[in-house]
């Protein structure tokens, strides 16, 4: 069997890395879609939103948070959605 280039990882890690990101990004982004939501419902008697409000603001926040965990996914190769190095 030839030799390729470079190194390919098994299938079987592909599988476990992706599983690990998956698992790390949709508990950022349901965390984070949360927090936004508790935080839009102490701004709701102040500047008088309605809940659907409260919850588009919750939601852009979550969306904010997807779109930089698979931008963390493109810049490196990890098993986080962290921007951060190393994690």
């Given at each position: ?75 490196d ?5 962290s921007?951060?190095?190393g994690?």
């Amino acid at each position: 069997m030839p030799e390729t280039p470079f190194p390919l990882p098994s299938a079987e890690t592909v599988i476990k890395t992706g599983a690990t990101y998956g698992r790390d990004l949709a508990e950022r982004v349901v965390s984070t879609g949360l927090e936004a939501f508790v935080g839009a419902l102490v701004l709701t008697a102040p500047f008088d939103l309605s809940m659907w409000h409260n919850a588009a603001i919750a939601g852009v926040a979550a969306g904010g948070a997807l779109v930089k965990g698979l931008l963390a996914r493109v810049r490196d190769v990890t098993n986080s959605a962290s921007l951060a190095k190393g994690v």
